[in-house]
C-alpha cells in the first residue's frame, strides 16, 4: 500500500512567478476543445494561470509582455532524459555516421593524431548492422596509452581499449562491455575524462538549450547520479526547469532511507525539483541484440542468447517492484522486447504497483490492451525509430509491424507519454512529435504509417497531461512563432512543419526561462 505519511511542506517558488500576456492564440490539446478565434490575454500569478480572457486587468508589479498573435501551448516534456550524458554530447567524437569497425578507428586515430594528450570519449556508433565484432586490440593498435571509450548510440555497450578498461576497473578482454557491466561502470567514467562536462555551468547550458525549445521539464534517469547531485546543483543556477529524478536499484535502499516518494519536494528544492520513479532496466537492446523477444533474432544463428534475455529473474523484478511500491514509489520498467513488456506487465499486475514502461519499442497487441486496463503509461521515443527502422526490419522481419505501435496504444486507451531518451537521441520535443506523425527521417514512404500519431495527439503527448491553457493550470507555457497543428496537405509536411517550429518564449512556474521575440 502506498505510504500515507504526508508530504513535507513545499519551499517557496522563487520570485518573479508571475507576468500578465496580452495578445496569444491558444492552441487546443484536449479532444475536442475549441478555443477562441481571436487572441485572449493570460495572467500568472504565483506560478499558476488566474484567467484567461480579453483585456485582463494588469495587476500592479506584474509584468506585461506581448504576445503580438502568437501561439500560446503548455510547455514540453521530455519524460526520458540521460540528462548528464547529454551535456556531454557536445564533447564527444560524434560516430553517429560510422558503418564499420575500421571507420571508427580511423576517427579515433585522427582525434588522437589532433589531441594526443586528451582521453577520446565517442558516441553514436550502431554496431548492429556491422558485419563483424568490435575488439580491444584494434583500438590499442591506434590509441597506446591514451584512453579511449565509445559509447554505443543506444547507451547499453561501450567499447573500450586496454587503458581504459583498467582505468575503470574492468577486466581486460578483447570485446566491448555490455548491459549491466557496462552501466555500473558508466559513474566511474569521470576518472578518465574529469567533470567539466557535467559542471553546473554545463548543465546550465543544457538547461537553457532544452528551454529554447519549449521545454518545461525533464524526467532524468541518468546512470547513477542520485538525487543529492540535482539538489548539490539546483542552487548554482540548475534550477530552469522542473526536473524529476529517478533511481536506479542500487540507490533505492538510500531513497527509502530519506522516506521519498515519488512527486515529493527533494531536500534543498522546491516544488519543481522533485522524486521521480525507481528504473528497472529489465532487457537490452535492439543494437545489441539483447532486447528479450518472444521469438528468436533473424540471425539467431550468430547469437549466444537467440531471443536475447532478461536482465533479472522474474523474482528479482517482482521484489523490486513490490518494494517500490509499498513506499510510495512510481516504478519505470525499461522494456525493448516483447517477451519483457510481457514480464513487466504481469509483475505490475501482481503486485499493484504503478508507473510506465520505457520504450515498449516491439509489443503484442493483447500486451497493449493489458497496458490500458493496469493503467501503465507507455513512455516513448519516437525519434529511435528514425534510426533503427532498418535494423529492425532486417532482425525482426514481419515483427516490426509492432514496433513504436502508437497506434495501437492511443486506440486502445494507453497513456502516452513522449521522450527522447537523449543522448540515443537529441533532447527535441519537435523532432520527437514529427517522427510520430511521419514515421521517416528521409526520402521513403513512412515506414509502418499504420501506427503514427495526428500532431494533436502528438502534442497531447509532450504536455505531461496538462489542459489548453486555462484558469488553474501550471504556469508552464511556450509561445510559438506559428500553429504547431495549422492544417497540412500530408503527414511528411505536417512533421516539417513541425520541426520547423520556433519557440519564442517559454515561462517554467510563471518565470521567464527563455525569450527570443
Not at 62 to 82: C, K, S, Y
Request: charge should be negative.
Amino acid at each position: 500500500m502506498w505510504n500515507a505519511t504526508p508530504p513535507p511542506p513545499q519551499p517557496s517558488l522563487p520570485s518573479e512567478t508571475g507576468f500578465l500576456l496580452r495578445g496569444a492564440r491558444l492552441v487546443p490539446v484536449g479532444a475536442g476543445d475549441v478555443v477562441p478565434d481571436a487572441p485572449v490575454d493570460v495572467r500568472v500569478v504565483g506560478g499558476v494561470v488566474e484567467e484567461v480572457g480579453p483585456e485582463l486587468e494588469r495587476r500592479p508589479g506584474l509584468p506585461e509582455l506581448h504576445a503580438e498573435g502568437r501561439w500560446l501551448v503548455p510547455g514540453l516534456w521530455d519524460q526520458h532524459v540521460h540528462f548528464g550524458q547529454w551535456t556531454l554530447a557536445s564533447q564527444r567524437l560524434d560516430l553517429a555516421g560510422v558503418r564499420s569497425p575500421e571507420e571508427a578507428v580511423a576517427l579515433v586515430a585522427a582525434r588522437i593524431a589532433e589531441q594526443p594528450d586528451a582521453p577520446v570519449v565517442g558516441w553514436g556508433h550502431r554496431a548492429g548492422g556491422w558485419e563483424r565484432d568490435m575488439t580491444v586490440s584494434e583500438l590499442d593498435a591506434v590509441s597506446g596509452e591514451v584512453p579511449v571509450v565509445l559509447i554505443s548510440g543506444d547507451g547499453h555497450h561501450g567499447w573500450l581499449n586496454t587503458t581504459a578498461l583498467m582505468h575503470l576497473a574492468l577486466p581486460v578482454r578483447d570485446s566491448v562491455v555490455r548491459e549491466t557491466e557496462w552501466f555500473a561502470a558508466y559513474p566511474r567514467l569521470a576518472s578518465i575524462v574529469g567533470g567539466d562536462g557535467t559542471s553546473p555551468e554545463a548543465y546550465r547550458r543544457a538547461l537553457d538549450a532544452a528551454a529554447a525549445l519549449g521545454v518545461v521539464g525533464i524526467t532524468d534517469f541518468e546512470f547513477g547520479a542520485g538525487w543529492q547531485e540535482w539538489t548539490g546543483r539546483w542552487h548554482d543556477g540548475c534550477d530552469r526547469l522542473r526536473v524529476r529524478v529517478a533511481e536506479y536499484a542500487a540507490g533505492l535502499d538510500a531513497v527509502l532511507d530519506a522516506g521519498l516518494r515519488t512527486g515529493d519536494v527533494l531536500p534543498g528544492g522546491d516544488e519543481r525539483l522533485t522524486m521521480g520513479p525507481l528504473k528497472i532496466i529489465s532487457d537490452g537492446s535492439l543494437n545489441t541484440r539483447t532486447a528479450w523477444c518472444c521469438e528468436p533474432y533473424a540471425d539467431a544463428h550468430r547469437l549466444e542468447h537467440p531471443r536475447g534475455l532478461p536482465n533479472l529473474s522474474g523474482g528479482e523484478l517482482r521484489d523490486l517492484l513490490a518494494r517500490a511500491h509499498a513506499h510510495g514509489l512510481a516504478v519505470a520498467t525499461h522494456a525493448i522486447g516483447d517477451a519483457a513488456t510481457r514480464e513487466a506487465l504481469a509483475a505490475y499486475a501482481e503486485t499493484g504497483a504503478r508507473g510506465s514502461v520505457e520504450h515498449a519499442q516491439m509489443v503484442g497487441r493483447d500486451d497493449v490492451r493489458r497496458m490500458a486496463e493496469l493503467g501503465i503509461t507507455a513512455s516513448v521515443q519516437p525519434a529511435h525509430l528514425l534510426d533503427d527502422r532498418d535494423l529492425t526490419d532486417k532482425i525482426w522481419g514481419e515483427r516490426s509491424e509492432r514496433c513504436f505501435a502508437f497506434r495501437w496504444m492511443l486506440d486502445d486507451g494507453v497513456r502516452l507519454a513522449l521522450g527522447s531518451d537523449a543522448p540515443v537521441s537529441p533532447l527535441d520535443p519537435w523532432l520527437a512529435m514529427a517522427a510520430a506523425v511521419h514515421r521517416s527521417a528521409d526520402e521513403r514512404e513512412a515506414w509502418h504509417p499504420e501506427q503514427a500519431l495526428t500532431p494533436a495527439e502528438a502534442l497531447r503527448a509532450s504536455v505531461d497531461g496538462q489542459p489548453t491553457v486555462q484558469a488553474g493550470s501550471r504556469g508552464d507555457l511556450a509561445l510559438l512563432d506559428r500553429d504547431p497543428l495549422a492544417p497540412a496537405d500530408s503527414a511528411a509536411d505536417a512533421a516539417a512543419h513541425l520541426r520547423g517550429t520556433r519557440v519564442a518564449a517559454t515561462w517554467v512556474a510563471g518565470r521567464l526561462v527563455h525569450e527570443a521575440f
